[in-house]
């Protein structure tokens, strides 16, 4: 196994998730230092099961993403501990749809711009001056196909996650020059217990998996993307 991550800081937002726990568990393997942020203690404990062995490299926050002095003390204490901030990788989001915009409840368009908006937004802002200081740094947010391919009945869950990947495609123009890249991943329905339960009858053969999502997150954030800014990049694997 590689060691490209060596001495490097990393934060993963939501990071003991069905797709956070793969990026956090594949920096781990390439020798990152890793920051997590949970909400649900079982998930962290897991977490730190599966990768005892390596512990002294792994901390976990429990705090809300949206908040964003919570979420600037957290990236301040992350630089004071390491002295750099090197990516920022943002998992955390939500689903809700099923209902035509008109027969759905506001409170779920609301939900859906807090889940998958509000996050990025906060992480990004936080991260970016952390990185400005040192010249350098690697920002990833997880959107998803829906950005694009805006279907019946996701009319709130499309209009986040489109709204996030423009945040985001504004910010790399902001920060041409600059040293920091952000990108965004683009997952169709993604291999995870949640998903599959919440839809048994699916073919999980042609989702892709929550480990191949997390090597294009490293590699985005790698010297080997060092030309990648910008970008929306679809990983939708057999869908």
């Not at 939501?14 to 390439?30: D, P, Q, Y």
């Not at 906060?122 to 970016?128: D, G, I, K, P």
Request: glycine fraction near 8%; proline fraction near 3%; charged fraction near 20%.
């Amino acid at each position: 196994m590689s060691a490209r991550f060596e001495g490097h800081a990393v934060l993963v937002a939501g990071g003991t998730g069905g797709l956070g726990r793969a990026v956090a568990s594949a920096f781990l393997a390439e020798g990152a230092n890793m920051v997590v942020t949970y909400r649900r203690e079982q998930e962290w404990a897991a977490l730190q099961d599966a990768e005892s062995r390596n512990a002294s490299r792994l901390a976990g926050l429990a705090i809300d993403v949206t908040d964003e002095v919570a979420v600037a003390q957290m990236i301040e204490k992350v630089v004071l501990k390491h002295g750099r901030l090197d990516a920022m990788v943002n998992t955390v989001g939500g689903y809700a749809g099923g209902l035509k915009m008109w027969e759905m409840e506001t409170k779920v368009f609301e939900q859906m711009l807090n889940l998958n908006l509000r996050p990025g937004y906060a992480l990004s802002r936080a991260a970016v001056r952390a990185m400005l200081k040192q010249g350098h740094g690697a920002i990833v947010n997880v959107a998803a196909k829906a950005a694009f391919d805006h279907a019946a009945g996701a009319s709130a869950y499309a209009a986040s996650k489109a709204a996030a990947v423009a945040m985001l495609d504004s910010l790399a123009a902001d920060l041409k020059g600059t040293g920091i890249r952000v990108n965004t991943i683009l997952p169709s329905i993604i291999d995870t217990d949640a998903n599959r339960k919440a839809m048994p009858k699916a073919d999980f053969a042609k989702w892709p998996k929550p480990q191949d999502i997390a090597r294009v997150i490293l590699f985005l954030c790698s010297d080997e993307a060092k030309v990648i800014h910008g970008a929306a990049i679809p990983v939708y694997g057999q869908s």
